[in-house]
């Protein structure tokens, strides 16, 4: 079991991203997905989680610009980035509470790179 995050890179203040994760592997179901963010300095701090039903908590530094969503179908958890700002320059991890082989085990994905130039 894997999970692989995409689309980080560079934008302007004011701009919008979108971050795809999407687990692979011998997956039974999935339980919470999430989005983590780690600046350079700074701990690791979670930024916004989905239920498998749907139910979406942010902090609330990214409420009202960020939007989590997910495609339990396609095992994907995906992270809407509006009006981005210089502060949300960071590494994002997805994150996942996987059921495989018969127990839950969390799973990070490899990190992808977001840049906000002011």
């Known amino acids: 079991v894997q999970l692989q995050a995409s689309g980080g890179g560079l934008v302007q203040a004011g701009g919008s991203l979108r971050l795809s994760c999407a687990a692979s592997?011998?997956?039974?179901?999935?339980?919470?997905m999430g989005w983590y963010r780690q600046a350079l300095g700074k701990q690791r701090e979670l930024v916004a989680a989905i239920t498998r039903g749907g139910s979406a908590n942010y902090a609330d530094s990214v409420k009202g610009r960020f939007t989590i969503s997910r495609d339990n179908a396609k095992n994907t958890v995906y992270l809407q980035m509006n009006n981005l700002k210089p502060e949300d320059t960071a590494v994002y991890y997805c994150?996942?509470?996987?059921?495989?082989?018969?127990?839950?085990?969390?799973?990070w994905g490899q990190g992808t790179l977001v840049t906000v130039s002011s």
């Open positions: 994150n996942a509470f996987i059921i495989a082989t018969g127990r839950v085990q969390n799973y």
């Open positions: 592997g011998s997956i039974f179901g999935i339980n919470d």
